[in-house]
């Protein structure tokens, strides 16, 4: 079965920074895009930033442009997403997820997620 | 931006049909993906590719596309599928995606 497992987040200030991981395993991880996730309290679903297999593309909600940075290694098997200027907003469980389909037309598997909180 | 538009909830009682839509100008190109999502829980896939269901996913969980309309229909709901569900999809670049608003049901 799929384990995608996210780690990294935690309690940071305004302006802070953060790197979060996920390591994945059961699936051959260089075959598939990736994608962050997130979901503020009480809200709903965001995409967040999708990366191609072997790194080259990665796109970006406008949100977090030259902000965030969503990197790979695929020889850890192991996704990526360093969160720089983090903001009050930028509060959300973030979720590891495995895109699918025609152009990562989708995703099908998730992580447990992980909690980032943005605060003074 | 692109957006995709689903009614914030659905009622229905047990056993009856629940429909939700989701709305978006590039759905006759690009699938729509269905994801249900029970409180405190990570998202589950229903269905891929606008009409496909996972396996494991009970038979009662259909999806259908008309134009810029995707369907995800509950046929007989029952009261373990009261779940928030959420369409997601790409826009007509391919390079950004979304998800809709979300639909809460509820089946009482």
């Not at chain 1, 983090?86 to 025609?102: F, N, P």
Request: charge should be negative; proline fraction near 4%; hydrophobic fraction near 35%.
């Amino acid at each position: 079965e799929v384990q995608l497992v996210e780690s990294g987040g935690g309690l940071v200030q305004p302006g802070g920074f953060l790197r979060l991981s996920c390591e994945a395993s059961e699936f051959t991880f260089s075959d598939f895009w990736m994608t962050w996730v997130r979901q503020a309290p009480g809200e709903g679903l965001e995409w967040v930033a999708t990366i191609k297999e072997d790194g080259s593309e990665q796109y970006y909600v406008d949100s977090v442009k030259g902000r965030f940075t969503i990197s790979r290694d695929n020889a850890k098997n192991s996704l990526y997403l360093q969160m720089n200027s983090l903001r009050a907003e930028d509060t959300a469980v973030y979720y590891c997820a495995r895109s699918v389909g025609i152009a990562a037309a989708g995703v099908d598997y998730w992580g447990l997620g992980i909690l980032v909180a943005v605060s003074s | 931006s692109y957006e995709l538009t689903q009614p914030p909830s659905v009622s229905v009682s047990p056993g009856q049909a629940a429909r939700i839509t989701c709305s978006g100008d590039a759905l006759p190109k690009k699938y729509a993906y269905w994801y249900q999502q029970k409180s405190g829980q990570a998202p589950v896939l229903v269905i891929y590719e606008d009409i496909k269901r996972p396996s494991g996913i009970p038979e009662r969980f259909s999806g259908s596309i008309s134009g810029t309309v995707a369907t995800l229909t509950i046929s007989g709901a029952q009261v373990e599928d009261e779940a928030d569900y959420y369409c997601y999809s790409a826009d007509r670049s391919g390079n950004l995606w979304v998800f809709g608003g979300g639909t809460k049901l509820t089946v009482l």
